[in-house]
Nanobody, 127 residues
Framework: QERLVESGGGWVQAGESRRPSCVASGRSVSFYAMGWFRQVPGNEREFVAVIKRVVGESYYGHSAKGRFTIFADIAKSTVYLQMNSVNAEETVVYYC????????????????????WGQGNEVTVPS
């Protein structure tokens, strides 16, 4: 059974960096793409980034462009999100997600395209 587990959240000061990670298990070697979403309590989930692991293409949501980088270690079935210059408005829960095995996703980050989700990992940026 496919499973996604995030880690690497916690407290980070505004202006600093943090690198959450997501480890996939199960038939994860067949995940064509893996992505990150985030959610402020009470708000809708927001697309952050996605990487198409085999071809190495990555796409970003508006808030992530220029500051965040998604990259993958295929051998470890792990995807990372390097977050630089975080700000106080980014106290959110980050979710790792993947589509059905061998399925592709678009670059727009539509939640309906993702079948598997991690449990969520909170990053807190004190104001």
């Amino acid at each position: 059974q496919e499973r996604l587990v995030e880690s690497g959240g916690g407290w980070v000061q505004a202006g600093e960096s943090r690198r959450p990670s997501c480890v996939a298990s199960g038939r994860s070697v067949s995940f064509y793409a893996m992505g990150w979403f985030r959610q402020v309590p009470g708000n809708e989930r927001e697309f952050v980034a996605v990487i198409k692991r085999v071809v190495g293409e990555s796409y970003y949501g508006h808030s992530a462009k220029g500051r965040f980088t998604i990259f993958a270690d295929i051998a470890k079935s792990t995807v990372y999100l390097q977050m630089n210059s975080v700000n106080a408005e980014e106290t959110v829960v980050y979710y790792c997600a993947a589509p059905e095995v061998l399925m592709d996703v678009g670059m727009e980050g539509k939640e309906i395209e993702y079948e598997f989700w991690g449990q969520g990992n909170e990053v807190t940026v004190p104001s």
